[in-house]
């Protein structure tokens, strides 16, 4: 569903969880808003996950506001599946504005508002959330050879499911979660290399997403306080979902040093050594999704919007929501999300009101 353009209070690009966030709370303060949302049906990116992907955290643990997720037929953690239902009634539920599918080419500054360019025209807002998120910007490192390689190259991005590389060599690349999953799944199937820049290390069987949001928001604290936060664990640890676990106690969940170069056939490392391969599957992460915000020239020299809290500092009336925990903490995640978002929306709705007895 779309509709032609008009003058909004706030105007939210993406219609992910980040997005159905601050919907809610918008809502809730009755502000004059709209959602544009690229997809052509609810569940943002989850829709887009390979098909045994779980969440880390029960589903009382992984809710946007308002509304709890159901718990999953059999209980254990909630499905890529069981979010996309999730965030499809989340949206109906509380008759969140979404309009799709809409994508934004362009936000430009205009008088006393933010202009949103799309596909069906011109927007004006006088503030603007961006929580487009990072699966849309899939990253792979540059590596010497890239090119050369006479195989396939597949992100965590592009990954459904098993059964294609079934039989194959594989070389995975990454020590973060999706690696180690990925690794989990496909060992019994495929012939299977596993290859990180730092020994893989898996945080304690009891840890989950409840207890990574509240590393995160420690950390986060202790960054913003111009503190250390030695002592506080790496996020980027292995999480010991069950199947990874079983793939630990299968004994496969070993990695190599990570390789020098890229050959037409396989991989290189320093010492000479080489690996002949069929698929390099690279699950190094992602990058935030902000290009439609490049014509406000606010990003820093590492690629990122400097922001206090989620208010860009260059352009007040713009938001960033669910980008990581630069954006707050654990802003990322289902939990995180919906409480950035109720920050964000209360600063807005601030401004908005300020605007109007200013008369602006």
């Not at 996950?49 to 969440?55: I, P």
């Not at 006088?126 to 990072?134: D, R």
């Not at 992602?286 to 290009?291: C, I, M, Q, T």
Request: glycine share 12%; net charge positive.
């Amino acid at each position: 569903m779309t509709a032609a353009p008009r003058p909004v209070d706030v105007l939210v690009i993406g219609g992910g969880q980040a997005g159905l966030a601050a919907g809610y709370h918008l809502r809730r303060a009755k502000a004059d808003f709209v959602i544009l949302d690229a997809q052509d049906s609810a569940g943002g990116a989850w829709r887009h996950a390979w098909d045994s992907l779980r969440l880390f955290s029960p589903a009382q643990y992984s809710s946007l506001p308002g509304r709890m997720m159901p718990v999953p037929p059999g209980g254990g953690c909630p499905s890529a599946a069981d979010v996309v239902t999730y965030l499809a009634d989340y949206e109906r539920r509380y008759e969140l504005p979404v309009l799709r599918p809409v994508a934004v080419h362009a936000v430009r500054r205009g008088d006393g508002h933010l202009s949103v360019e799309t596909g069906h025209g011109t927007w004006q807002a006088k503030s603007v959330i961006s929580a487009t998120g990072t699966w849309w910007r899939p990253y792979v490192p540059h590596c010497p050879g890239l090119r050369d390689f006479g195989g396939e190259h597949l992100h965590t991005a592009g990954y459904r499911g098993p059964e294609p590389l079934r039989g194959k060599r594989v070389v995975i690349v990454g020590g973060g979660n999706s690696a180690a999953q990925l690794l989990a799944e496909l060992s019994p199937l495929a012939e299977v290399t596993w290859v990180t820049q730092r020994p893989p290390r898996l945080l304690p069987d009891d840890i989950d997403g409840r207890a990574l949001f509240d590393l995160a928001t420690r950390r986060h604290r202790a960054v913003q306080a111009g503190e250390q936060a030695e002592g506080i664990a790496d996020l980027g640890d292995i999480v010991a979902v069950p199947p990874v676990r079983e793939a630990r106690d299968r004994g496969v969940l070993k990695a190599e040093p990570m390789f020098a170069r890229i050959t037409s056939r396989g991989v290189a490392w320093a010492d000479g050594s080489t690996l002949s391969c069929d698929v390099i599957l690279w699950c190094t992460g992602f990058r935030p999704a902000l290009g439609h915000l490049a014509p406000l020239r606010l990003r820093g020299r590492d690629g990122l919007i400097p922001a206090r809290g989620t208010q860009a500092v260059g352009e007040p009336r713009l938001h960033l929501l669910g980008y990581g925990d630069w954006t707050g903490p654990a802003s990322a995640t289902l939990i995180g999300a919906g409480r950035a978002a109720k920050k964000a929306v209360a600063t807005i709705v601030e401004q908005v009101n300020d605007d109007r007895d200013r008369g602006s």
